[in-house]
């Protein structure tokens, strides 16, 4: 038998052994049945000046969608962008075919807000950070 050796890096990997990673990953899932393409999906809020004071950025992978980041500026807050932002990505989410939208959110990010637009809970992570946990959300499209 060979024998392996274990290497540890910090920081964002050696693009060379995320590509060997990456491609025996999606190797793996295609074998299964399951050919994985993820697009990423970007939308910005600007203000006339261009600065950016929101945003929204998700992944469509199979028939899922996946919010990622969803930012607005303390300035226009509660002012509805966050709804338009999701809103915006739903109907593109439809548009691919993408049947259920999930993310995960803090206590203190905005739990109440997903829940106003419909997510439902699908799991819990107590304890974290110390202190507080992670929820994970979905909605059915």
Same mark, same amino acid.
């Given at each position: 038998m060979t /024998?392996?050796?274990?290497f540890?890096?910090?920081?964002?990997?050696? %693009? /060379?052994? $995320? $590509? *060997?990673?990456?491609?025996?990953?999606?190797? @793996?899932?295609?074998?299964?049945? @399951? =050919?994985?393409?993820?697009?990423?999906?970007?939308? !910005?809020? &600007?203000?006339?000046?261009g600065? =950016?004071?929101?945003?929204?950025i998700?992944t469509?992978?199979?028939?899922?969608?996946e919010i990622?980041? &969803?930012?607005?500026s303390n %300035? *226009?807050r509660?002012?509805?962008?966050?709804?338009?932002?999701i809103?915006?990505v739903? /109907?593109?989410?439809?548009?691919?075919k993408?049947?259920?939208? +999930?993310?995960?959110?803090? %206590?203190?990010?905005?739990?109440? !807000?997903?829940?106003?637009?419909g +997510?439902?809970?699908?799991?819990?992570?107590p304890d974290?950070p110390?202190?507080?946990?992670?929820? +994970? +959300? !979905?909605?059915?499209?």
């Amino acid at each position: 038998m060979t /024998k392996l050796v274990l290497f540890a890096e910090e920081g964002e990997p050696n %693009p /060379k052994y $995320k $590509k *060997i990673l990456v491609t025996g990953l999606l190797s @793996h899932h295609s074998r299964q049945g @399951h =050919t994985r393409k993820s697009k990423t999906f970007s939308v !910005f809020l &600007l203000d006339e000046a261009g600065r =950016t004071l929101g945003g929204i950025i998700v992944t469509f992978l199979w028939n899922g969608m996946e919010i990622n980041s &969803l930012w607005v500026s303390n %300035p *226009i807050r509660n002012q509805g962008w966050g709804t338009k932002l999701i809103n915006f990505v739903e /109907k593109e989410a439809v548009k691919r075919k993408c049947t259920v939208a +999930y993310t995960n959110t803090f %206590p203190w990010q905005a739990p109440g !807000f997903y829940e106003k637009l419909g +997510y439902r809970i699908y799991g819990n992570l107590p304890d974290f950070p110390r202190g507080s946990s992670l929820t +994970y +959300y !979905f909605k059915q499209l």
